[in-house]
């Protein structure tokens, strides 16, 4: 186990880690090289506690099963893309593509290591590729054979994500984590967002932004088996306000309203996502 590289990892997600481990660098040195001195045996439980006094002294129950529940998501998606890059040849992935999904991939493993290192011994035990069935029991028998229907899932995934951390942003309220989830959440929706473009690359025509969709759904995603990925998205009223032509302003339609916010997603409904996915 590599200390060092793991908080390097971290600290793409989380550019505090150092300020969270120590007030200064020369204190993370010091611990370096006692780490290197410290039994093979004993690094999870010194990583552990160095990421408890990092993250909180103690972690509520309530925190932690949303913090597994983050780490669940992040370990699907980052053994998706792992395995995409790994067989890209397969699903026709080159050039700019492959560049932009390896680099997603390594953002998936930065969030797996500073979510795992923030539970500590409470974290649930590491997910393999072989705990997953990326074909959804079937539903998408080509996604890693296929360019549009492995982007199609990717998108699905993301998005899920995005309205995933904003559903349990609640529960991690009044935590230390709460910054560190957010700071998550803000990298996935420009995943999101990135997926999109590159499904518009390739002749998709969809918006960079969760949109209405045939029918007033708000699944844009080509994808009927995705609907539960986007269920509640057309909402076009916050804070028991309709937005539809507010203020006499008729270029606010329906579409435009419901596009111009996003909405969170219970972690019942996510669950219920995930586990078409999940062995």
Not at 115 to 129: F, Q
């Amino acid at each position: 186990m590599n200390i060092v590289n793991i908080i390097e990892e971290i600290e793409k997600v989380d550019g505090e880690i150092y300020e969270r481990l120590s007030p200064r660098r020369s204190a993370m040195k010091d611990f370096y090289n006692m780490g290197k001195k410290v039994a093979l045996a004993a690094m999870p439980m010194a990583l552990g506690s160095m990421f408890t006094k990092a993250y909180g002294q103690s972690t509520p129950s309530d925190v932690t099963a949303t913090l597994n529940f983050a780490l669940t998501l992040e370990y699907l998606e980052y053994h998706f893309y792992n395995h995409a890059v790994a067989n890209a040849s397969a699903i026709a992935l080159s050039g700019a593509a492959l560049t932009a999904i390896t680099t997603i991939r390594d953002h998936e493993k930065a969030h797996v290591a500073l979510l795992a290192g923030a539970l500590g011994s409470a974290a649930i035990p590491v997910k393999a590729y072989t705990d997953f069935d990326y074909t959804a029991k079937g539903t998408f028998p080509n996604v890693f054979s296929d360019y549009g229907t492995f982007l199609a899932v990717a998108q699905a995934f993301e998005d899920t994500g995005v309205r995933a951390y904003k559903g349990q942003a609640t529960v991690l309220k009044g935590n230390a984590v709460l910054t560190t989830a957010l700071q998550i959440h803000s990298v996935e929706a420009r995943h999101a967002a990135h997926i999109r473009y590159m499904r518009a690359a390739s002749g998709v025509s969809i918006k960079p932004w969760i949109s209405l969709g045939p029918g007033g759904s708000s699944n844009d995603s080509g994808v009927p088996a995705a609907d539960p990925v986007y269920a509640g998205e057309n909402n076009t009223s916050q804070a028991n306000i309709n937005i539809v032509g507010i203020n006499g302003n008729t270029g606010i339609t329906a579409a435009a309203a419901a596009e111009c916010f996003d909405e969170p997603l219970a972690k019942a409904d996510v669950l219920t996502i995930a586990g078409l996915f999940i062995k």
